[in-house]
């Protein structure tokens, strides 16, 4: 979910993209705070900060809204690449806060709420040009435990599609 309606508001200036690059997001370092039900490796976290933005980058394709959306990489020289462009380019980023997994298995048993599996990222906008930050927004998703029969099966990985497609259609929506 999008978590605030004002950080909604903030990203208002993509109209005037027409490109959009999606590059891969950065993961913080698994630590006790963030991944404390699994143990994620910091490749994994790489690795899903990288089938992100390629899901935001599909997603937004659909949306039509651009006329083109590229992903790009971490190392990708991002400003030399836009500035090449005729047309202005926003830059969507961001760094994925929480990646759990959970232990689905026990989630059956004993619902208890540490063992939810759950994602979280922070998106930030900007013109791939100047830098200037366009908006910023949180999304997240969590499962439940109670209620939801199919809740042993959700991992953080399971969610990645359903928040992609939010983001995009988010972004589709700004222009």
């Known amino acids: 979910m999008v978590t605030s309606a004002n950080d909604l508001q903030s990203v208002v200036r993509l109209g005037a993209n027409d490109k959009m690059y999606v590059q891969d997001f950065q993961s913080i370092v ?11 490796t910091s490749d994994e976290l ?3 900060g990288q089938r992100f933005a390629s899901l935001i980058a599909q997603k937004t394709r659909l949306t039509e809204a651009f006329s083109q959306v590229h992903q790009v990489s971490r190392r990708d020289n991002i400003k030399a690449m836009a500035t090449k462009e005729s047309v202005p380019v926003a830059l969507v980023s961001g760094t994925i806060l929480r990646y759990d997994d959970g232990l689905p298995v026990l989630r059956d048993i004993t619902s208890s ?13 900007t013109d791939a040009k100047s830098g200037a930050v366009l908006g910023r927004f949180t999304v997240d998703k969590n499962s439940w435990p109670h209620g939801d029969a199919m809740r042993s099966s959700n991992t953080a990985d399971s969610f990645m599609n359903g928040m992609a497609m939010r983001v995009a259609n988010y972004l589709g929506r700004a222009k």
Request: negative net charge; glycine residues 0%; proline residues 4%.
């Open 30 to 40: 698994p630590n006790e705070a963030i991944v404390s039900n699994t143990h994620v």
């Open 46 to 48: 790489s690795m899903a």
């Open 113 to 125: 709420d540490m063992l939810s599996a759950n994602i979280e990222a922070v998106i930030l906008v």
